[in-house]
């Protein structure tokens, strides 16, 4: 549900009374591409909102070499919904990129640009 601060559990309760059968994480690429990977219902838990999910950085274009391609995809708990046009009932969250080995956000999600651009703002009170 989007704008709605939500928790991983609800996330999950939602997942079920809705009767999901997937989630498809999304993502976009550095030109604003939407990438998607989908994955069982039942390879998601509470864990996976930390522990995330792994997927080849260097798959996606202007990302990362091959020897730096581990990454993480996290979902995003306060943003869910069920995708209206897929034939399986599918659960679609967006993830934020991790780096798995330092933890930290990975600097060429746009995500976190958009995030480090507004928090940018927001401490020189432009925004």
Same mark, same amino acid.
Request: aromatic residues 10%.
């Given at each position: &549900?989007?704008?709605?601060?939500?928790?991983?559990?609800?996330? =999950?309760?939602?997942?079920?009374?809705?009767?999901?059968?997937?989630?498809?994480?999304?993502?976009?690429? =550095?030109?604003?591409?939407?990438?998607?990977?989908?994955?069982?219902?039942?390879q998601v838990s509470?864990?996976?909102?930390?522990?995330?999910f792994g997927m080849?950085?260097?798959?996606?274009?202007?990302?990362?070499?091959?020897?730096?391609?581990?990454?993480?995809l996290i979902p995003?708990?306060?943003?869910?919904? &069920?995708?209206?046009?897929?034939?399986?009932?599918?659960?679609?969250?967006?993830?934020?990129?991790?780096?798995?080995?330092?933890?930290?956000?990975?600097?060429?999600?746009?995500?976190?640009?958009?995030?480090?651009?507004?928090?940018? =703002? &927001?401490?020189?009170?432009?925004?």
């Amino acid at each position: &549900m989007s704008g709605i601060q939500a928790d991983p559990n609800a996330v =999950l309760e939602f997942a079920q009374k809705k009767g999901a059968k997937l989630l498809d994480l999304r993502f976009t690429d =550095l030109p604003g591409l939407w990438h998607h990977v989908s994955f069982p219902i039942q390879q998601v838990s509470e864990a996976s909102f930390e522990d995330g999910f792994g997927m080849d950085g260097s798959s996606i274009r202007s990302w990362a070499a091959i020897h730096e391609s581990d990454m993480l995809l996290i979902p995003d708990p306060n943003f869910y919904i &069920m995708d209206p046009f897929t034939h399986a009932p599918t659960l679609v969250m967006v993830a934020d990129v991790i780096d798995p080995v330092t933890k930290q956000r990975y600097d060429r999600d746009p995500r976190y640009i958009a995030k480090k651009a507004e928090m940018y =703002l &927001m401490s020189t009170g432009r925004l």
